[in-house]
């Protein structure tokens, strides 16, 4: 056991220095990313162009050698674009389900709250129950399924404000923020040549990851830790300084 926890510890630090070459100074998000991956949950980063956020999330692809499929939202994009479509097919006298960019192990959701309230609904049934529904059928999403959405702050031009029910469905939101000057210097000479994501190398894989989802559930948690959690939860609820 202690050797496979061991080994387990060894990946996320792997895939931890991945992010942290290609996203400078940002130790504390990329921990948090890291945390809501192996929860299972999903992200929502609030922040405006140029932090480095889909950099952050194409990097987390490709260092657990995983699908990854980008939807860039804007109001013209439909709920079909995202989950797919039964097609008829003349030869086959049938309908054919086209998948979507859903049907990925992660799936960036860029500038999400420029999509209209119809089309961010299309992602509720995948974000709770990871699986979607087309013309009457269902239709399982891979394993791990990850969404990492991506907002600009509400009074940009042209956003809309995401739903309570799917604010919901998000483990966590956070922001990166601007890098200090010293970090930003360091990524301008960084990216001198080429940019550290076009030579970022694979550590590790989905079944690791699926792997290590399956240790965390394995974590024991005591009873008086739960109930902590409870009466802070309830807490919210009631508090006049919180606005639900």
């Not at 792997?14 to 948090?32: F, M, P, V, W, Y």
């Not at 799917?166 to 930003?184: C, H, I, N, V, W």
């Not at 559930?217 to 009631?238: C, F, G, I, M, P």
């Given at each position: 056991?202690?050797?496979?926890?061991r080994?387990?510890?060894?990946?996320l630090?792997?895939?931890?220095?991945?992010?942290?070459?290609?996203?400078?100074?940002?130790?504390?998000?990329?921990?948090?990313?890291?945390?809501?991956?192996?929860?299972?949950?999903?992200?929502?980063?609030?922040?405006?162009?140029?932090?480095?956020?889909?950099v952050?999330?194409?990097?987390?692809?490709?260092?657990?050698?995983?699908?990854?499929?980008?939807?860039?939202?804007?109001?013209?994009?439909?709920?079909?674009?995202?989950?797919?479509?039964?097609?008829?097919?003349?030869?086959?006298?049938?309908?054919?389900?086209?998948?979507?960019?859903?049907?990925?192990?992660i799936?960036?959701?860029?500038?999400?709250?420029?999509?209209?309230?119809?089309?961010?609904?299309?992602?509720?049934?995948?974000?709770?129950?990871?699986?979607?529904?087309?013309d009457?059928?269902?239709?399982?999403?891979?394993?791990?399924?990850?969404?990492?959405?991506?907002?600009?702050?509400?009074?940009?031009?042209?956003?809309?404000?995401?739903?309570?029910?799917?604010?919901?469905?998000?483990?966590m939101?956070?922001?990166?923020?601007?890098?200090?000057?010293?970090?930003?210097?360091?990524?301008?000479?960084?990216?001198?040549?080429?940019?550290?994501?076009?030579?970022?190398?694979?550590?590790?894989?989905?079944?690791?990851?699926?792997?290590?989802?399956?240790?965390?559930?394995?974590?024991?948690?005591?009873?008086?830790?739960?109930?902590?959690?409870?009466?802070?939860?309830?807490a919210?609820?009631?508090?006049p300084?919180?606005?639900?």
């Amino acid at each position: 056991m202690e050797t496979m926890i061991r080994e387990d510890v060894q990946a996320l630090k792997r895939i931890q220095a991945n992010l942290e070459s290609c996203i400078l100074g940002k130790t504390d998000e990329i921990a948090l990313l890291l945390t809501a991956m192996l929860a299972g949950g999903h992200v929502l980063l609030e922040d405006v162009p140029g932090t480095g956020k889909t950099v952050l999330i194409k990097a987390l692809a490709k260092s657990v050698r995983g699908q990854f499929r980008r939807i860039q939202c804007n109001p013209d994009l439909l709920p079909t674009d995202i989950t797919g479509v039964s097609i008829y097919h003349p030869k086959e006298e049938a309908f054919i389900f086209r998948p979507g960019p859903i049907m990925t192990h992660i799936l960036l959701a860029d500038e999400i709250n420029r999509a209209t309230t119809k089309t961010q609904s299309a992602l509720l049934e995948a974000m709770e129950e990871r699986h979607v529904t087309v013309d009457g059928e269902t239709y399982e999403l891979p394993k791990p399924f990850l969404l990492l959405a991506t907002q600009n702050p509400i009074d940009f031009e042209g956003t809309y404000t995401l739903p309570e029910a799917q604010l919901d469905r998000f483990m966590m939101k956070f922001s990166l923020g601007y890098p200090d000057a010293e970090t930003e210097t360091q990524m301008i000479v960084a990216q001198n040549v080429t940019h550290p994501l076009d030579t970022l190398e694979a550590v590790s894989g989905v079944e690791q990851i699926l792997a290590l989802q399956h240790q965390v559930k394995l974590v024991h948690l005591d009873e008086a830790v739960a109930a902590y959690l409870v009466a802070v939860s309830r807490a919210t609820r009631n508090h006049p300084a919180v606005y639900l």
